[in-house]
């Protein structure tokens, strides 16, 4: 299969270097320069969960039209970037491409919807990497729990067991789901308990559940977003979303938000779609989420002194 990731940051990178080395001709699509051109020159080093590789046979280019027509696309940049990304897609589309957008957080789906037909267009959930670049060429991830993939309108159907297939090939956990939005919404609670937390104390995951006074403002914030989901009727594989949230960060103690690395190399985050995303939601089915707010109000001071 032909393929284009967009957005070759740290997951992106993953998806793109496993894909190629299942033997699929993969472009890396990014703006990025430094990080292509050491994938161009030495390959794309992968290492963590995965084991320890380096990826040659990867195609990059800071142009989507040097790739040509795909026969998939997958979206991977940060939320913050699915406007640009899918305004420059339409050189990799002919007419049976499939979209596939993995994000963080609320509304990649809309925001993409408004540049490109809804048709094609695939919903994915990535879950357990904890991936970060550690140099420009070189990823690591601390895990490779599950991708979840699903219809945008939903629905279990040949061309998403199709894509899991290609997945599965390139050494991924990948399942087909009838009902992608739950899928959402789960991740959505677990990435609201950790991101902004992690990011405002400065803490990996298991340091914020060990401290009593983090995890009450954590946990808080997971809670809002549980009680918005049931609000707005979304259904749930769970009634005690504490136990999931808990369940969550002891799979993932050492991880690193992708907020956090952000803050680190003092770029903005993703803080509009994740835990700034809760009170949206919440003021249109008629609650409060006052952690939320504060928490997305600390993370956007600092992010404005970058």
Not at 31 to 57: C, F, M
Not at 59 to 80: E, H, P
Not at 176 to 194: A, H, M, P, R, S
Request: aromatic letters at 6%.
């Amino acid at each position: 299969m032909k393929i284009a990731v967009v957005g070759v940051g740290a997951m992106g990178s993953v998806y793109a270097g496993l894909l190629a080395d299942a033997g699929n001709e993969v472009w890396a699509i990014d703006i990025r320069e430094d990080h292509l051109n050491a994938i161009r020159e030495q390959g794309l080093r992968i290492e963590g969960a995965s084991g320890d590789r380096i990826v040659k046979q990867l195609k990059v280019s800071t142009r989507a039209a040097d790739a040509g027509s795909c026969d998939l696309v997958i979206i991977a940049t940060k939320a913050s970037g699915i406007e640009s990304a899918a305004r420059c897609i339409p050189p990799l589309l002919h007419n049976d491409t499939l979209i596939l957008t993995i994000q963080n957080g609320l509304g990649a789906a809309e925001r993409i919807c408004q540049y490109l037909p809804p048709d094609n267009i695939l919903l994915g959930v990535a879950g357990g990497f904890g991936a970060s670049l550690k140099a420009p060429g070189h990823v690591h991830h601390n895990g490779m729990e599950l991708i979840r993939v699903g219809e945008m309108k939903g629905g279990l159907t040949s061309r998403v067991e199709r894509v899991v297939d290609v997945w599965q090939t390139a050494g991924f956990t990948v399942k087909g789901y009838e009902d992608i939005q739950q899928l959402i919404w789960e991740k959505f609670v677990c990435n609201v308990t950790f991101s902004a937390p992690c990011t405002v104390f400065g803490c990996i995951v298991e340091e914020v559940m060990g401290d009593p006074h983090a995890w009450k403002i954590a946990r808080g914030c997971g809670l809002e977003a549980y009680a918005v989901s049931q609000a707005k009727g979304i259904s749930m594989s769970f009634d005690d979303p504490e136990k999931y949230i808990t369940a969550f960060g002891q799979k993932l103690p050492k991880a690193r938000p992708s907020m956090l690395l952000d803050h680190l190399e003092r770029r903005p985050s993703e803080i509009d779609a994740i835990n700034g995303m809760v009170p949206v939601v919440a003021n249109e089915v008629g609650l409060r989420a006052p952690y939320n707010e504060v928490m997305t109000a600390i993370v956007k001071s600092r992010e404005a002194m970058f």
